[in-house]
């Protein structure tokens, strides 16, 4: 049985490896990838945002950056977070002319606009984009904190996603699903199948009726067509190509490539048909073109919370830790090890207190 601190490890490591891998071809064609390298199969140095710097291989990008301060929050506070925790965070480590390096600029809106003394909950009412990947590739750390209890994730999905979207935005939902399959996957005996069935169950969590959105609500439709391609296919890429039948071109509009429903089910896909290994996951999605990046860390993040680290080759961990240990733009340098068990130290405080609380009010004749 994987231990559950390695499949912390696990989600961590893939979610940073196929961060790091899938940055250099971010935004590229599945030709183009194909062209250049054949099969993208290793970590390579890259070039990303005015102002540009030359990224050692290994280094991670903005979804890695927000999923930091995720991180960040719960390992402080020992517990599950709100987004006004999530804010503090933000508000104190920071800065807009560091943060131009590394991440998106509506990420250094969002900070200004809570100096400013935006409330948490007004932050997501802000963003034009109501179905961006930002949230869904970057919050494993809210399924962790909640392994095993995949409404519990889903809860905090949408509790800290009001920073990044209106609450009744497809995007929340689409990660809610996400990190409650993350937390199934944390389970004993969770299996590729346990995980799926969670990420269906959660496809109709939080629609709301009457929401401007119910018009075009596709969550669960786009689900099972994802789902439908991985069981009809063997071959990744060839689940790739059928893929593209649906998602190809939009580059008319911003952030066209980083829709959070095509980027989920995908991943999901991605994740059933490799039947949960991190490592192919990662590789696949990689190759798959469009928004990479964010694609090999939602396969390969579930992928690594369900198989732990084995299969996820060590010197692309000691690349990964050797970039963030020398990134002068990031906002936390802890290594994937000591991100992952620290979390996994904040849910055995979480344990801890539950245990204490169940046991206070267990007294006998105390509840009667």
């Known amino acids: 049985m994987t231990t559950l601190r390695d499949k912390f490890r696990g989600c961590i490591a893939a979610s940073w490896i196929g961060s790091a891998m899938g940055a250099p071809v971010e935004g590229w064609s599945r030709e183009r990838i194909q062209e250049t ?87 997501g009412r802000m963003w034009l984009h109501p179905n961006q990947i930002s949230l869904g590739r970057a919050s494993h750390p809210l399924g962790l904190i909640n392994a095993a209890d995949p409404r519990a994730a889903a809860d905090d999905t949408h509790e800290v996603g009001q920073l990044y979207a209106v609450r009744a935005a497809p995007a929340l939902r689409w990660a809610s699903l996400y990190n409650a399959a993350v937390a199934e996957a944390c389970a004993p005996r969770a299996t590729v199948e346990s995980v799926i069935e969670v990420a269906r169950r959660f496809a109709g969590y939080r629609a709301e009726a009457g929401s401007i959105y119910t018009q075009y609500d596709s969550v669960e439709r786009l689900l099972n067509h994802a789902l439908d391609l991985a069981a009809k ?18 580059s008319h509009f911003v952030y066209s490539m980083s829709d959070a429903g095509e980027i989920i089910s995908k991943g999901l896909a991605i994740f059933s048909l490799t039947r949960g290994d991190p490592r192919q996951a990662m590789l696949a999605a990689v190759n798959f073109g469009r928004d990479t990046d964010c694609l090999a860390a939602v396969a390969g993040g579930l992928s690594g919370a369900l198989s732990g680290m084995s299969g996820i080759p060590p010197e692309w961990v000691a690349q990964v830790n050797e970039a963030t240990r020398a990134d002068p733009y990031t906002n936390s340098r802890r290594t994937i090890e000591e991100t992952a068990d620290a979390l996994f130290a904040a849910f055995l405080a979480r344990r801890r207190r539950l245990s204490e609380y169940l046991e206070a009010t267990g007294a006998p004749g105390f509840l009667a």
């Open 37 to 123: 390298y054949g099969y993208l199969d290793r970590l390579l140095p890259y070039r990303h945002y005015p102002p540009e710097w030359e990224r050692p291989a290994g280094t991670t990008e903005d979804g890695i950056e927000r999923q930091r301060l995720i991180a960040t929050a719960i390992i402080e506070k020992q517990d599950r977070i709100l987004a006004l925790d999530l804010v503090a965070v933000w508000l104190r480590d920071l800065d807009p002319e560091t943060m131009a390096h590394k991440q998106e600029p509506f990420d250094r809106s969002l900070l200004e606009m809570a100096r400013a003394g935006v409330p948490p909950a007004e932050l």
């Open 233 to 250: 296919h063997t071959d990744p890429m060839a689940m790739r190509d059928e893929f593209y039948l649906l998602y190809e071109g939009g």
